[in-house]
Protein backbone atom coordinates (compact mmCIF):
# COMPACT_ATOMS: atom_id res chain seq x y z
CA UNK A 1 0.00 0.00 0.00
CA UNK A 2 2.60 2.17 0.85
CA UNK A 3 4.22 1.88 -2.31
CA UNK A 4 1.22 2.31 -4.17
CA UNK A 5 0.82 5.78 -2.31
CA UNK A 6 4.35 6.45 -3.31
CA UNK A 7 3.45 5.94 -7.25
CA UNK A 8 0.41 8.01 -6.82
CA UNK A 9 1.99 11.06 -5.09
CA UNK A 10 4.52 11.00 -7.91
CA UNK A 11 2.24 10.63 -10.29
CA UNK A 12 0.46 13.99 -9.02
CA UNK A 13 3.95 15.62 -8.74
CA UNK A 14 4.61 14.68 -11.88
CA UNK A 15 1.52 15.83 -13.89
CA UNK A 16 1.49 19.50 -11.25
CA UNK A 17 4.80 19.68 -12.91
CA UNK A 18 3.81 19.77 -16.26
CA UNK A 19 0.90 21.93 -15.60
CA UNK A 20 2.90 24.52 -13.81
CA UNK A 21 5.67 24.39 -17.45
CA UNK A 22 3.01 24.26 -19.42
CA UNK A 23 1.37 27.53 -18.01
CA UNK A 24 5.18 29.36 -17.86
CA UNK A 25 6.62 28.61 -21.16
CA UNK A 26 3.04 28.79 -23.24
CA UNK A 27 1.24 31.35 -21.38
CA UNK A 28 -0.73 32.67 -24.38
CA UNK A 29 -1.99 29.05 -24.72
CA UNK A 30 -2.54 28.19 -21.09
CA UNK A 31 -4.49 31.42 -20.52
CA UNK A 32 -6.54 30.90 -23.35
CA UNK A 33 -7.21 27.36 -21.76
CA UNK A 34 -7.77 28.22 -18.06
CA UNK A 35 -10.32 31.18 -19.52
CA UNK A 36 -12.27 28.83 -22.18
CA UNK A 37 -12.74 26.44 -19.14
CA UNK A 38 -14.07 29.46 -16.93
CA UNK A 39 -16.17 30.57 -19.08
CA UNK A 40 -17.46 26.61 -19.63
CA UNK A 41 -18.04 26.23 -16.14
CA UNK A 42 -20.17 29.37 -16.00
CA UNK A 43 -22.28 28.06 -19.17
CA UNK A 44 -21.03 31.00 -21.32
CA UNK A 45 -20.46 30.97 -24.94
CA UNK A 46 -17.91 33.49 -26.45
CA UNK A 47 -20.00 35.43 -30.02
CA UNK A 48 -19.56 38.33 -31.65
CA UNK A 49 -21.52 40.88 -33.17
CA UNK A 50 -21.27 44.34 -35.29
CA UNK A 51 -23.36 47.14 -34.01
CA UNK A 52 -23.24 50.65 -35.27
CA UNK A 53 -20.06 49.61 -37.61
CA UNK A 54 -18.36 48.12 -34.31
CA UNK A 55 -17.32 44.71 -33.77
CA UNK A 56 -18.63 43.65 -29.98
CA UNK A 57 -17.49 40.88 -28.78
CA UNK A 58 -19.25 39.28 -25.90
CA UNK A 59 -20.23 36.70 -23.67
CA UNK A 60 -24.10 34.97 -23.76
CA UNK A 61 -25.78 32.17 -21.45
CA UNK A 62 -28.35 30.88 -19.75
CA UNK A 63 -32.18 31.44 -21.11
CA UNK A 64 -34.80 34.77 -21.42
CA UNK A 65 -37.37 34.32 -18.44
CA UNK A 66 -41.16 34.51 -19.24
CA UNK A 67 -40.78 38.41 -20.07
CA UNK A 68 -37.96 37.97 -22.43
CA UNK A 69 -35.92 39.82 -20.58
CA UNK A 70 -31.97 39.68 -19.93
CA UNK A 71 -29.16 40.41 -17.68
CA UNK A 72 -26.89 42.61 -19.23
CA UNK A 73 -23.59 42.87 -17.53
CA UNK A 74 -21.10 45.87 -17.90
CA UNK A 75 -17.37 45.82 -16.78
CA UNK A 76 -15.50 48.82 -15.73
CA UNK A 77 -12.64 50.82 -16.93
CA UNK A 78 -9.46 48.73 -17.65
CA UNK A 79 -11.39 45.73 -17.31
CA UNK A 80 -13.34 43.17 -19.64
CA UNK A 81 -16.20 40.89 -19.98
CA UNK A 82 -14.45 38.36 -18.43
CA UNK A 83 -14.77 40.36 -15.02
CA UNK A 84 -18.46 38.85 -14.60
CA UNK A 85 -17.45 34.71 -15.72
CA UNK A 86 -17.08 33.34 -11.96
CA UNK A 87 -20.42 35.10 -10.79
CA UNK A 88 -22.41 34.53 -13.52
CA UNK A 89 -21.82 30.16 -12.71
CA UNK A 90 -25.10 31.31 -10.25
CA UNK A 91 -26.30 33.28 -12.66
CA UNK A 92 -26.64 31.19 -15.94
CA UNK A 93 -28.90 28.70 -14.50
CA UNK A 94 -31.93 31.83 -13.70
CA UNK A 95 -31.73 34.32 -16.76
CA UNK A 96 -30.39 35.37 -19.92
CA UNK A 97 -26.95 36.54 -19.26
CA UNK A 98 -25.24 38.63 -21.50
CA UNK A 99 -22.07 40.10 -20.97
CA UNK A 100 -19.97 42.37 -23.45
CA UNK A 101 -16.74 44.32 -23.92
CA UNK A 102 -17.24 47.80 -24.49
CA UNK A 103 -15.77 49.05 -27.53
CA UNK A 104 -12.03 50.51 -26.00
CA UNK A 105 -11.52 47.33 -24.16
CA UNK A 106 -11.13 43.46 -24.33
CA UNK A 107 -11.76 41.78 -27.69
CA UNK A 108 -13.91 44.80 -29.22
CA UNK A 109 -12.89 47.26 -31.84
CA UNK A 110 -11.01 50.11 -30.54
CA UNK A 111 -10.90 52.89 -32.54
CA UNK A 112 -8.63 55.70 -31.58
CA UNK A 113 -11.18 58.46 -32.34
CA UNK A 114 -14.06 56.97 -30.98
CA UNK A 115 -16.22 58.86 -28.31
CA UNK A 116 -15.94 56.60 -25.03
CA UNK A 117 -17.85 59.05 -23.15
CA UNK A 118 -20.81 57.27 -20.58
CA UNK A 119 -23.63 58.63 -22.60
CA UNK A 120 -21.95 57.25 -26.45
CA UNK A 121 -21.08 54.02 -24.05
CA UNK A 122 -24.97 53.64 -23.12
CA UNK A 123 -26.30 54.34 -26.61
CA UNK A 124 -23.90 51.27 -27.59
CA UNK A 125 -25.30 48.95 -24.98
CA UNK A 126 -28.81 49.75 -26.03
CA UNK A 127 -27.96 49.04 -29.53
CA UNK A 128 -26.20 45.79 -28.58
CA UNK A 129 -29.53 44.69 -26.57
CA UNK A 130 -32.01 45.75 -29.32
CA UNK A 131 -29.85 43.62 -32.07
CA UNK A 132 -29.61 40.66 -29.47
CA UNK A 133 -33.50 41.05 -29.40
CA UNK A 134 -34.08 42.11 -26.03
CA UNK A 135 -36.39 44.94 -25.39
CA UNK A 136 -36.12 45.33 -21.91
CA UNK A 137 -33.17 44.41 -19.57
CA UNK A 138 -31.76 44.34 -15.94
CA UNK A 139 -28.32 46.04 -15.86
CA UNK A 140 -25.36 44.92 -14.09
CA UNK A 141 -22.50 47.74 -13.74
CA UNK A 142 -18.92 47.30 -12.33
CA UNK A 143 -17.24 50.96 -11.34
CA UNK A 144 -17.35 52.68 -15.22
CA UNK A 145 -20.10 50.58 -16.03
CA UNK A 146 -21.97 51.14 -13.19
CA UNK A 147 -22.18 55.08 -14.35
CA UNK A 148 -23.16 53.56 -17.50
CA UNK A 149 -25.62 51.24 -16.93
CA UNK A 150 -27.24 54.55 -14.96
CA UNK A 151 -26.75 56.94 -17.96
CA UNK A 152 -28.82 54.19 -19.72
CA UNK A 153 -31.77 53.86 -17.22
CA UNK A 154 -32.14 58.19 -17.61
CA UNK A 155 -32.24 57.62 -21.31
CA UNK A 156 -34.49 54.46 -21.71
CA UNK A 157 -36.06 53.93 -18.49
CA UNK A 158 -38.70 52.17 -20.43
CA UNK A 159 -36.24 49.49 -21.33
CA UNK A 160 -34.60 49.53 -18.36
CA UNK A 161 -35.91 46.72 -15.64
CA UNK A 162 -33.51 46.85 -12.66
CA UNK A 163 -29.93 48.30 -11.95
CA UNK A 164 -27.60 46.49 -10.14
CA UNK A 165 -24.84 48.74 -8.84
CA UNK A 166 -21.15 46.82 -8.14
CA UNK A 167 -19.13 49.89 -6.52
CA UNK A 168 -20.36 52.16 -9.22
CA UNK A 169 -18.65 55.79 -10.67
CA UNK A 170 -20.60 58.81 -11.25
CA UNK A 171 -21.28 60.34 -8.38
CA UNK A 172 -18.83 63.33 -6.72
CA UNK A 173 -18.44 61.82 -3.38
CA UNK A 174 -17.59 58.10 -4.63
CA UNK A 175 -14.43 60.16 -5.97
CA UNK A 176 -13.35 61.08 -2.90
CA UNK A 177 -11.30 58.23 -2.93
CA UNK A 178 -7.58 56.42 -2.44
CA UNK A 179 -7.68 56.96 -6.40
CA UNK A 180 -8.73 60.79 -7.18
CA UNK A 181 -6.12 61.75 -4.49
CA UNK A 182 -3.26 59.94 -6.21
CA UNK A 183 -4.18 61.34 -9.38
CA UNK A 184 -4.50 65.06 -8.05
CA UNK A 185 -1.23 64.54 -6.09
CA UNK A 186 1.28 62.60 -8.38
CA UNK A 187 -0.66 62.73 -11.82
CA UNK A 188 -0.06 58.89 -11.88
CA UNK A 189 -3.09 56.92 -12.47
CA UNK A 190 -2.96 53.56 -10.36
CA UNK A 191 -5.21 51.83 -12.75
CA UNK A 192 -3.07 52.28 -15.87
CA UNK A 193 0.18 50.04 -16.07
CA UNK A 194 2.47 51.20 -18.62
CA UNK A 195 4.48 47.77 -18.70
CA UNK A 196 3.57 44.80 -17.98
CA UNK A 197 5.34 44.73 -15.16
CA UNK A 198 3.25 47.61 -13.30
CA UNK A 199 0.17 45.22 -13.66
CA UNK A 200 -0.07 43.23 -10.64
CA UNK A 201 0.04 46.59 -8.92
CA UNK A 202 -3.41 47.24 -10.27
CA UNK A 203 -4.69 43.83 -8.81
CA UNK A 204 -3.39 45.02 -6.01
CA UNK A 205 -4.93 48.58 -6.06
CA UNK A 206 -8.73 47.78 -6.91
CA UNK A 207 -8.88 44.00 -4.91
CA UNK A 208 -8.50 43.86 -1.49
CA UNK A 209 -9.11 39.28 -1.84
CA UNK A 210 -7.90 39.03 -5.40
CA UNK A 211 -8.39 35.87 -6.61
CA UNK A 212 -5.55 33.10 -7.65
CA UNK A 213 -4.43 33.75 -10.96
CA UNK A 214 -2.04 31.68 -12.63
CA UNK A 215 1.06 33.31 -13.92
CA UNK A 216 -0.28 32.56 -17.63
CA UNK A 217 -3.07 34.64 -16.71
CA UNK A 218 -1.46 37.92 -14.97
CA UNK A 219 1.08 37.56 -18.07
CA UNK A 220 -1.43 37.67 -20.75
CA UNK A 221 -3.18 40.22 -19.06
CA UNK A 222 -0.22 42.62 -18.56
CA UNK A 223 0.82 42.33 -21.84
CA UNK A 224 -2.64 43.61 -22.65
CA UNK A 225 -2.64 46.26 -19.65
CA UNK A 226 0.54 47.63 -21.45
CA UNK A 227 -0.48 47.28 -25.15
CA UNK A 228 -4.01 49.17 -24.38
CA UNK A 229 -2.26 51.72 -22.29
CA UNK A 230 -1.98 55.18 -24.82
CA UNK A 231 -5.67 54.23 -25.55
CA UNK A 232 -7.25 53.58 -22.14
CA UNK A 233 -5.11 56.95 -20.96
CA UNK A 234 -7.35 58.85 -23.16
CA UNK A 235 -10.26 57.34 -22.63
CA UNK A 236 -9.91 57.75 -19.01
CA UNK A 237 -9.37 61.77 -19.96
CA UNK A 238 -12.64 61.27 -21.74
CA UNK A 239 -14.71 60.27 -19.31
CA UNK A 240 -13.46 62.32 -16.77
CA UNK A 241 -13.74 65.72 -18.59
CA UNK A 242 -15.57 68.07 -16.32
CA UNK A 243 -15.95 70.53 -19.65
CA UNK A 244 -18.63 67.47 -20.95
CA UNK A 245 -22.31 68.17 -20.02
CA UNK A 246 -23.48 66.07 -16.62
CA UNK A 247 -19.66 64.78 -15.44
CA UNK A 248 -21.75 63.13 -12.45
CA UNK A 249 -24.81 61.69 -11.94
CA UNK A 250 -25.16 63.42 -8.26
CA UNK A 251 -28.79 65.65 -9.60
CA UNK A 252 -29.95 63.31 -11.73
CA UNK A 253 -30.08 59.60 -10.00
CA UNK A 254 -33.15 60.92 -7.67
CA UNK A 255 -34.81 60.60 -11.29
CA UNK A 256 -34.66 57.06 -11.50
CA UNK A 257 -37.53 55.19 -10.20
CA UNK A 258 -36.45 51.51 -11.12
CA UNK A 259 -35.60 49.26 -8.25
CA UNK A 260 -31.77 48.82 -7.84
CA UNK A 261 -29.45 46.88 -5.66
CA UNK A 262 -25.74 48.83 -4.84
CA UNK A 263 -23.23 47.03 -3.08
CA UNK A 264 -19.66 48.16 -2.38
CA UNK A 265 -16.72 46.50 -0.63
CA UNK A 266 -15.68 48.75 2.19
CA UNK A 267 -12.40 48.19 1.52
CA UNK A 268 -12.73 50.44 -2.16
CA UNK A 269 -9.88 51.95 -2.59
CA UNK A 270 -10.83 53.16 -6.34
CA UNK A 271 -13.89 55.21 -5.66
CA UNK A 272 -14.98 55.66 -2.02
CA UNK A 273 -18.05 53.11 -0.60
CA UNK A 274 -19.59 56.21 1.36
CA UNK A 275 -21.08 57.32 -1.96
CA UNK A 276 -23.81 54.22 -1.35
CA UNK A 277 -25.49 56.44 1.40
CA UNK A 278 -26.15 59.13 -1.78
CA UNK A 279 -28.20 56.57 -3.36
CA UNK A 280 -30.14 55.58 -0.41
CA UNK A 281 -31.13 59.44 0.06
CA UNK A 282 -32.00 59.96 -3.18
CA UNK A 283 -33.01 56.90 -4.81
CA UNK A 284 -35.01 55.29 -1.87
CA UNK A 285 -36.28 52.15 -3.75
CA UNK A 286 -32.80 51.03 -3.58
CA UNK A 287 -31.30 48.65 -1.50
CA UNK A 288 -27.86 49.10 -0.20
CA UNK A 289 -25.09 46.22 0.50
CA UNK A 290 -21.57 47.25 2.03
CA UNK A 291 -19.27 44.02 1.94
CA UNK A 292 -16.36 44.21 4.70
CA UNK A 293 -12.92 43.37 3.73
CA UNK A 294 -13.78 43.57 0.00
CA UNK A 295 -12.67 45.92 -2.58
CA UNK A 296 -13.46 47.96 -5.78
CA UNK A 297 -14.56 44.08 -7.49
CA UNK A 298 -17.10 42.47 -5.48
CA UNK A 299 -18.13 40.31 -8.16
CA UNK A 300 -14.57 38.95 -8.39
CA UNK A 301 -13.76 38.79 -4.36
CA UNK A 302 -16.54 37.12 -3.20
CA UNK A 303 -18.37 36.04 -6.33
CA UNK A 304 -20.91 33.43 -4.62
CA UNK A 305 -21.97 36.20 -2.35
CA UNK A 306 -22.16 38.79 -4.66
CA UNK A 307 -24.76 36.34 -6.83
CA UNK A 308 -26.77 35.13 -3.75
CA UNK A 309 -27.60 38.73 -2.79
CA UNK A 310 -28.44 39.76 -6.53
CA UNK A 311 -30.54 36.39 -6.62
CA UNK A 312 -32.10 37.45 -3.46
CA UNK A 313 -32.44 40.97 -4.80
CA UNK A 314 -34.24 39.52 -8.31
CA UNK A 315 -36.75 37.54 -5.71
CA UNK A 316 -37.91 40.26 -4.08
CA UNK A 317 -38.70 42.10 -7.26
CA UNK A 318 -40.81 39.29 -8.37
Given amino acids: MRRVLIVLALLVFGLLAGLTAFDYFAPETAARWGVNLERSRSGLVAKQITVGGLEIAYLEG?????????????????????????????????????????????????PDAADYRISA????????????????????????GGAIITAYALKYPEATASLWLLGPAGLSKAFDSELGQQ????????????TPEEFPAIMQFVMSKPPFLPYSIKHVLGKRA????????????????PNQPHPTFDDLI?????????????????LNYQAGATYKAKM???EVIIMDGIGHLPMVEAPAQSARDYLAFRARLN
Fill in 183 to 194: IAETGKNPLLAP
Fill in 254 to 270: QDIKIPALVVWGKEDRA
Fill in 226 to 241: AANYPLHARIFEQIND
Fill in 121 to 144: QADRVHALALALGVQRAHLGGSSM
Fill in 284 to 286: PQA
Fill in 62 to 110: GTADKAGEALILVHGFGADKDNFTRVSAKLTPHYRVIIPDLPGFGESSK
